[in-house]
């Protein structure tokens, strides 16, 4: 819609209203682009004081550059109309600021001359917060890349020698096997035990820090499957019994993020299970905006007042002489059910074993 209507009169008094109450600014511009008409709004976000005046001046002396001043005319003269147009104007002091404009070519309908009517506001604060996030983002891109070099060296920086030491020990094993007592094959074997810790410890501390840095592609997933893949990658003993309950569902999601949820809750139900037979059920439950799972084993348990510790990092529940543990999946699995717009927690009224839920938003989150 055009700015003004050249077959609209409007008294002189009503005019003069209208300008006074807008709160954009206005320019008119004759057909040599001087400034024959401005409205009060438009002093005020060019500085204007102290009887200064901006009739007479031409646009270009507005404008911070004269070749954006000129590019603009030039494509106004063009197409007649101009619509929301980022511009930098120039105050009367000389400073700078950045105004959205409207501008239109109209005709005089007493005199006949074409008239450039040019309405702004200032958009000053606001393109700076943009400039702003611009700024902050490109800092945590090289914050990101200098975290991945920094995860990079502690990879191979501390679990090349890890390994090393591994392997001391096993030849050490090997080669006096037939000369050590009891006591010294069980501190060689705490030994590597210790060993694989760090090296579990390095590996959760890196998949915990790339958790929401890095941009996971969604996929069709059928959680059925999945959780056969699961399965088939984490060997459950033959004592185990598992149960896959009602119909899991096809998600349009990350598969390797749901794969790494359900293969912690799974392996972790094996692990501290001290049954003669393992049992672990895993249910769903269709929900307006989630998809509502379970994992449920007939292990020890979790006492309550530990179900919020279970998910603080490097926490374990049981001493880790006696399983072997990092403390670090748990939380993993919390920040990716997060991430991915959902929440987990751990059945209060479970009377036995263990049952962690958790949600799994039904959209993508991107």
Known sequence: ?????????????????????????????????????????????????????????????????????????????????????????????????????SASIIQDSLQGDLLKVIIFQDITERKQAELKVIEYSEKLEQSNSRLDQFAYIVSHDLKAPLRAISNLTQW????LEKELNVENKKNLDLLKGRVMRIE?????????????????????????????????????????????????????????????????????????????IGMITIEVSDLPDHYQFSVHDNGPGIPREYHEKAFVIFQTLQARDKIESTGIGLTIVKRIVEEQGGKIWIDQDTTSGARFIFLWSKNDIK
Request: proline residues 3%; negative net charge.
């Open 172 to 175: 050490l094993y090997e080669d």
């Open 1 to 101: 819609m055009d700015i003004l209507n050249n077959k609209m009169l409007l008294s002189p008094e009503l005019t003069e209203k209208i300008l006074r109450s807008m709160q954009e600014g206005l320019l008119i511009l004759d057909s040599e682009d001087q400034v024959q008409n401005v409205n009060e709004a438009a002093l005020s976000i060019l500085g204007v004081i102290n009887g200064q005046n901006l009739k007479e001046k031409n646009i270009t002396e507005i404008f911070a550059k004269r070749e954006e001043a000129y590019d603009f005319l030039i494509q106004l003269e063009k197409e007649k109309h101009l619509n929301h147009q980022e511009i930098i104007l120039k105050k009367v002091s000389g400073e700078t600021i950045f105004c959205l404009l």
């Open 200 to 276: 579990s410890l390095i590996n959760g501390i890196l998949e915990y820090s790339k958790i929401g840095r890095t941009k996971v592609d969604a996929e069709v997933v059928n959680v059925a499957v999945l959780i056969h893949e699961v399965l088939d990658l984490l060997v459950p003993p033959p004592h185990f019994k598992i149960c896959i309950q009602g119909d899991m569902p096809v998600l349009n999601t990350p598969k390797v993020m749901l794969h790494q949820v359900f293969s912690n809750l799974i392996s972790n139900a094996v692990k501290y299970n001290d049954k003669e």
